[in-house]
């Protein structure tokens, strides 16, 4: 009995944050039925998994105590280049796939060898990056406009095996393995350090500069996975999709309980603030509150968020 | 006796920490009134709240019979109370000009803002009334020495005209001959009626320019006495507290002849000049000497966080220890300094703190075995006596002593052969300290080693088999058997070369 | 503050690009060149003067990108043909960029958060009003305004005598007790605030005017391209922090330069019609920016690095 009690006090915000995903659900479904439909409840699942996805590397990053802004462009590039190198078609992805996670992956390393190595200002490093991809990806393209995703892409997004959506059972994996890895490895405990206190860390003899370059390769993973997914949900690329990621995913893991600090937080609790976050998205069209209002309206609650978190902080003090 | 401040009941406390115990205290004008405590007895946190740079939490403060509400350290500069930090509050990116005159209202023209070559005259005006000369009004803080950083926060003080005069440790950065400057100086200032208060280590110093000195002990005033009538053994014994050899254990000695490590010439700049020593199996060596002359370069670069040149050889063999890791892996392990910004995540729990450095020994299928870890940190909770609810609890909850206990079995779990432990004992309470001197002498017994940095000289004595003393980055003497003593410390930190007696083969 | 060569290097890298330019056009330099660079250069330079105050004193602010966006859309479709309207308007967008600047500021210094995540949070909320105000670009700006702005003096453009008086404004500042506060808390926050400075007003102030320079950064755009965009401002983040780091600030505060910082801004501009003249197509210069902004902060990263070693050995 009291180890359930230990465990629910530790986890307090993620299991807030779930109460108020379905909260908010059901209060939804009730002023608008067609909310709770099977159909509808798919397409959420789906927009969760992707934004569940991408912000997998921003929690891992803002554990650590730094962010990673060029998530948007990491997004867009994985997606436009998925579409041009296969050009529509499913012949080659076997290379195209694994060929772009590189790719993203080492977007990721450099930042992470900017920032643990050059010891450049995670801001800095990222948002330079996030330059250099748009401007890297606008010169390329030349104003062309996306091509056709793959169908194979877009099933594995969109499709169902045995009634449950695939990209569910991938991301239930990505949500089992790292929550493994944060909570029962070494690697992630050291994260949690490192986030805290840098100083603590080097005296206890953590590699602190191999643990930040591994966790921006995740986020460029993560990033240029969500972006093949994201390009199935589309079913085409265009230059600005990932721009809405990166307040989405910054809003998702500090939703989710991650301190802006750094050193605490659980990917579960991203889950948490994912499902929030999509479900707050439906409700704008069901109350005919215009798009150009969501970006205000998601600004105010992760600034909700935060004051509230840092006032109980400080007040702990 | 006019009183002109007066301290009344001052208490004020950090958390669970009782900085201070309802203090009273008062000085007088004309006089230099001394402030001795060791580490963490409450004579900074004293300064801090008459300089307005912290909140008391209760209490209150009376300057020439007028009640004092000090909200910001402009109300006390403003009244009249200048404060000399032991930390400077310099600007490094100013002139020392600039820094003088920083955000003084009467030094602007009528356009509201200063030219430098104002600034420069008046500065070399304040130079002359003072007496200091050899440094440039125009250089830029950040490249000036320590000293002379020193000189000019005294004259940026000064050049308001205090009534009230606090100084913490003035002379720990300064070199002989500004000290004598120094001490002039104040003594001048005091006989032109003003309050001059100040903290040191020295006793010398003490003894020289004090004529009343009051001793802190753990937030309390214990004793004011006028120094023409008192002693420093006095004074040591009222610091202490209790009969100084209750506290340390009967000195043994273990040492054996293997030698466990051995520096060779290390250098670094003129932080470490030349540096050799050897240690013993068994020994428990220690490092003395005032603060910052070298003492902790030599310990973070043994762990392996600072650079110098230099060999070290481990059990014979020549080691190159780039980073804490490598150092660890060698069987060095450190105390640092400051707990609760180099020793302990506060947030996290005993457990999670004390297996920080082993935790990839507690792997099996790549996944941390939480049974294992549960034995490792149960069994060094017992052997350290740490009093906590659980190993779950939070760091931040346990007092001080038992925090210091935690980093102690950190550090303890990697099986050191060699512990370096750098100002250990510092704001823990006096049951901890002696259950810590204790795990010394046991850790000899095991055939471990020990390098013992303090301040204090009577840990150095009762604990230490032989002690190198470190002057401007060099061992200026090693001392052993009968030639470790009190005096022989302080004559060597100051300086003095003591006959080395090596007893040992 | 002492001259150090260190502070010339902006000086120094512009005369090299003014002599570039005049090898390979020779034609063009002349004075109405000097009129149209300045005149678009005045959005940048604002900028980068209001995020050279914010890291001075050690923080960063992204929202401008923000206010940026919010008042050249809102000053695009607003303002009507009445000069008095014009008038009141403008200093309306000024009023609004200290308010959003000083919301910033409350945040941060009484919540004790980090600069970043807060003006991240508010770039957002910002862009969105943006956003809201203006779903697309559109333009209805009064031409009475655009001219005013645009004018020249006596011949000299109204943007060249704004960037002197901010020079001269810069040069005072340095001398007077407020900006020397700046210099403190960004070099020393602990020895300010013991010397008397009253570091949560200040910092308050600081970034209230990164707001305000901000507003007259979107303010003078709408007048400079005759038109509102609702994500105007985001390319000028990135690019204001590159201007001042060029100009000489320091991302940890302390160190910088206003001067710096509008040739900061000026260094950009050229280069990146360098580029475009060197056929190098437009769509290239975000990354440019952004490889430049990196390469300078690493390499003032090393050798601040490479300094510590020698000097400290840790």
Known sequence: ?317 | ?505 | MKLKWANLIPYIIIAFIMVIIGLLQPTIVRLDWVGIKTDSILPLALAAVGQTLVMLVGGIDLSMGGVISLTNSLAAIKMTDNPINIILFTIGMLLLGLLLGAINGLIIVKLKLQPFIVTLITWFIYGGLALWVLPTDRANVPQKFIDVLLARIAGIPVSLLIILGIVGWWLYLQRAPFGKNILAIGSNERSAYLSGVNVGRVKILVYSMSGLFAACAGVYRTAQVASGSPTAGNNFILASVTAAVIGGASLAGGKGSIAGSIIGAFILKLLGDLLVFSGISSYWVSLFQGLLLITIIAVVSITELVRRRREVGA
């Not at chain 2, 420069?120 to 009334?129: C, D, G, H």
């Not at chain 2, 990839?360 to 909770?381: A, D, P």
């Not at chain 2, 925090?403 to 704001?427: F, N």
Request: aromatic share 6%.
């Open chain 1, 1 to 317: 009995m009291n180890k359930i009690k230990t465990v629910i006090r530790s986890n307090r915000t993620i299991i807030l944050s779930y109460i108020i995903a379905l909260l908010i659900f059901i209060a939804i479904s009730i002023v608008r039925p067609g909310f709770a439909s099977p159909s509808h409840i798919r397409i959420l699942i789906i927009d969760v998994s992707i934004l569940g996805i991408i912000a997998l590397g921003q929690t891992f990053v803002i554990i650590t105590g730094g962010i990673d802004i060029s998530i948007p462009w990491i997004v867009a590039s994985s997606a436009t280049f998925l579409t041009i190198l296969s050009s529509g078609e499913n012949n080659n992805l076997a290379i195209i796939i694994p060929l772009i996670l590189l790719g993203t992956t080492f977007v990721g390393f450099i930042n992470g060898v900017g920032v643990s190595y050059l010891r450049i200002p995670p801001i800095i490093m990222t948002l330079g990056m996030n330059s250099i991809l748009l401007g890297g990806l606008l010169g390329i393209m030349g104003g062309r406009p996306g091509e056709r995703t793959p169908t194979l892409v877009q099933f594995v997004t969109n499709g169902n095996v045995r009634g449950i959506p695939v990209i569910l059972i991938l991301w239930v994996i990505i949500i089992i393995l790292a929550t493994i890895v944060l909570k029962n490895t070494t690697f992630g405990r050291q994260l949690y350090v490192i986030g805290n206190n840098e100083k603590v860390a080097l005296f206890s003899g953590i590699n602190i500069r191999l643990a930040k370059l591994i966790v921006y390769c995740l986020s460029g993973f993560a990033g240029g996975l969500g972006g093949i997914l994201l390009a199935g949900r589309i079913g085409q690329s265009y230059l600005g999709m990932g721009d809405q990621f990166l307040f989405l995913s910054a809003i998702a893991v500090i939703v989710g309980g991650t301190s802006v600090l750094g050193g605490s937080g659980q990917y579960i609790g991203t889950v948490a603030g994912a499902f929030i976050l999509t479900i707050v998205k439906g409700l704008l069209p069901a109350f005919r509150i215009p798009a150009s209002a969501q970006q205000v309206i998601y600004g105010v609650i992760l600034f909700t968020v935060v004051v509230l978190a840092r006032s109980r902080e400080l007040s702990k003090i």
């Open chain 2, 1 to 505: 006796m006019a009183e002109d401040l007066v301290m009344e009941n001052i208490s004020k406390s950090f958390g669970e920490v009782k900085a201070l115990d309802g203090v009273d205290f008062s000085a007088n004008c004309g006089e230099i009134h001394a402030l001795l405590g060791e580490n963490g007895a409450g004579k900074s946190t004293l300064i801090k709240i008459s300089s307005g740079a912290i909140k008391k939490d209760s209490g209150s403060i009376k300057l020439s019979d007028k009640q004092l509400f000090l909200r910001t350290p402009n109300d006390a500069i403003n009244i009249g109370i200048g404060t000399i930090y032991q930390d400077l509050s310099l600007i490094p990116v100013l002139t020392v000009a600039e820094n003088i005159y920083f955000n003084k209202q009467d030094s602007l023209n009528r356009w509201g803002i200063t030219f430098n070559k104002a600034l420069y005259q008046k500065t070399l005006n304040a130079f002359e009334k003072f007496g200091v000369s050899g440094i440039n009004p125009s250089a830029v803080v950040e490249e000036l020495t320590l000293s002379e950083k020193q000189v000019i926060e005294i004259i940026k003080v000064l050049s308001r005209d205090p009534k009230l005069l606090v100084l913490d440790e003035p002379t720990s950065s300064l070199t002989e001959d500004r000290v004598e400057w120094l001490l002039k100086l104040l003594r001048q200032l005091a006989k032109e009626g003003k309050i001059i208060i100040f903290i040191s280590h020295r006793m010398h110093e003490v003894e020289a320019i004090a004529d009343i000195v009051t001793v802190f002990r753990n937030g309390k005033n214990v004793g004011t006495r006028k120094m023409s009538e008192t002693n420093s053994d006095e004074l040591v014994s009222l610091m202490l507290g209790r009969e100084v050899a209750s506290y340390f254990p009967k000195k043994e000695s273990f040492i054996k002849e293997e030698v466990v490590l051995e520096a060779r010439n290390l250098s670094f700049n003129h932080m470490l000049q030349n540096v050799s020593f050897k240690l013993h199996k068994g020994e428990v060596l220690g490092v003395g000497g005032l603060v910052g002359q070298g003492q902790a370069v030599l310990f973070l670069f043994l762990f392996g966080i600072a650079r110098a040149v230099g060999k070290i050889f481990i059990d014979g063999r020549e080691t190159n220890i780039r980073n804490p890791k490598e150092a660890m892996n060698n069987g060095i392990a450190l105390i640092p300094e400051d707990r609760s910004t180099e020793g302990l995540i506060f947030s996290m729990t005993l457990r999670e703190n004390i297996t920080l450095p082993i935790l990839k020994n507690l792997k099996s299928h790549g996944l941390i075995n939480f049974g294992k870890e549960k034995e490792i940190v149960s069994n060094l909770t017992e052997i350290l006596r740490i009093k906590a609810e659980s190993m779950e609890s939070l760091v931040s909850a346990l007092s001080g002593g038992n925090q210091q206990k935690v980093i102690i079995a950190k550090m303890l779990s990697i099986e050191p052969k060699v512990l370096l432990m750098y100002d250990s004992t510092r704001g823990v309470d006096v049951g901890t300290k002696a259950e810590i001197f204790k795990l010394i002498k046991k850790l000899a017994s095991e055939g471990k080693s020990i390098i013992y940095y303090s301040t204090t000289l009577d840990e150095l004595v009762n604990i230490c088999d032989n002690v190198i003393v470190m002057y401007d980055g060099r061992i200026i003497g090693t001392l052993s058997g009968k030639n470790l003593v009190k005096e022989n410390i302080i004559k060597a930190s100051m300086g003095e070369k003591v006959s080395d007696l090596d007893t040992r083969v």
